[in-house]
C-alpha cells in the first residue's frame, strides 16, 4: 500500500489525506521550477508588474465609479477628462471601457501575484494579456487624439501603467533570450 493510500498516523488521532479537488488532474505534474538563481530575480519582475497592474485597478475603478454615478471628473494636468469619458468611445456595448480595463487589470495582477508565487503557468498567460491591453491602449489614444481631439489625464495615466506592465513582463522575456547559453 503506497503511502497516499493509507492513513496518516498522528499522535492520539488518525488524519486521513484530502482527496483531489473535482476538476484538478491528480496526475498532472506542478510547473517545473525556475533555474537556479533566476527565480528571485524573476519573481521581483512579477511583484513589480502586480504592483503596476494594481495601481491600474485603482485608476480603472475610480472611472467606472464616476462613470457610474455620473459624476463629472476632474482633470489633473491636461483639459478633457469629461470630453473623453462622455464620448460615445467611452462605452462598449453599455459597458464603461473604465470597467473593462478595470477586469483586465484585475487579471494581469491575479496572474502576476501566482507567477510571483511560482505558477509558471501564469507567466505564460500573462504576457498575451498585457499585449493585448497594450495594444488596446494605442487604440484608445488614436480615439483621443484623432477621434475625440481631447485627453483624459486619469486614461493617460491607465496608458503609462500599461506601457510599463508591458516593458516589465516583457523585459525578463528578452533579457532571458539574449543571455549567451
Given at each position: 500500500?503506497?503511502?497516499?493510500?493509507?492513513?496518516?498516523?498522528?499522535?492520539?488521532?488518525?488524519?486521513?489525506p484530502?482527496?483531489?479537488?473535482?476538476g484538478?488532474?491528480?496526475?498532472?505534474?506542478?510547473?517545473?521550477?525556475?533555474?537556479?538563481?533566476?527565480?528571485?530575480?524573476?519573481?521581483l519582475?512579477d511583484w513589480l508588474?502586480a504592483?503596476?497592474?494594481?495601481?491600474?485597478?485603482?485608476?480603472?475603478?475610480?472611472?467606472?465609479?464616476e462613470?457610474?454615478?455620473?459624476?463629472?471628473v476632474?482633470?489633473?494636468?491636461?483639459?478633457?477628462?469629461?470630453?473623453?469619458?462622455?464620448?460615445?468611445?467611452?462605452?462598449?456595448?453599455?459597458?464603461?471601457l473604465?470597467?473593462?480595463?478595470?477586469?483586465?487589470?484585475?487579471?494581469?495582477f491575479s496572474?502576476?501575484v501566482?507567477?510571483?508565487?511560482?505558477?509558471?503557468?501564469?507567466?505564460?498567460?500573462?504576457?498575451?494579456?498585457?499585449?493585448?491591453?497594450?495594444?488596446?491602449?494605442?487604440w484608445?489614444?488614436?480615439?483621443?487624439?484623432?477621434?475625440i481631439?481631447?485627453f483624459?489625464?486619469?486614461?493617460?495615466?491607465?496608458?503609462?501603467?500599461?506601457?510599463?506592465?508591458?516593458?516589465?513582463?516583457?523585459?525578463?522575456?528578452?533579457?532571458?533570450?539574449?543571455?549567451?547559453?
Open positions: 500500500m503506497s503511502r497516499t493510500e493509507r492513513d496518516f498516523e498522528a499522535p492520539g488521532r488518525v488524519v486521513r484530502e482527496p483531489e479537488p473535482h484538478r488532474d491528480a496526475s498532472a505534474a506542478p510547473d517545473p521550477p525556475d533555474p537556479p538563481g533566476a527565480g528571485s530575480r524573476r519573481a519582475w508588474a504592483l503596476l497592474a494594481l495601481a491600474g485597478l485603482v485608476d480603472a475603478s475610480y472611472l467606472t465609479i462613470h457610474l454615478s455620473g459624476r463629472s476632474r482633470c489633473l494636468v491636461v483639459s478633457g477628462c469629461d470630453q473623453v469619458l462622455m464620448s460615445p468611445y467611452a462605452e462598449l456595448w453599455g459597458v464603461p473604465a470597467a473593462l480595463g478595470a477586469l483586465a487589470y484585475f487579471a494581469a496572474l502576476a501566482l507567477a510571483a508565487s511560482g505558477y509558471q503557468s501564469a507567466r505564460g498567460l500573462l504576457a498575451p494579456l498585457v499585449a493585448l491591453m497594450f495594444v488596446f491602449t494605442l484608445l489614444l488614436y480615439l483621443q487624439a484623432f477621434r481631439g481631447a483624459c489625464t486619469y486614461c493617460l495615466i491607465s496608458a503609462a501603467l500599461t506601457t510599463g506592465l508591458l516593458l516589465v513582463v516583457f523585459a525578463p522575456l528578452l533579457m532571458r533570450r539574449r543571455r549567451p547559453a
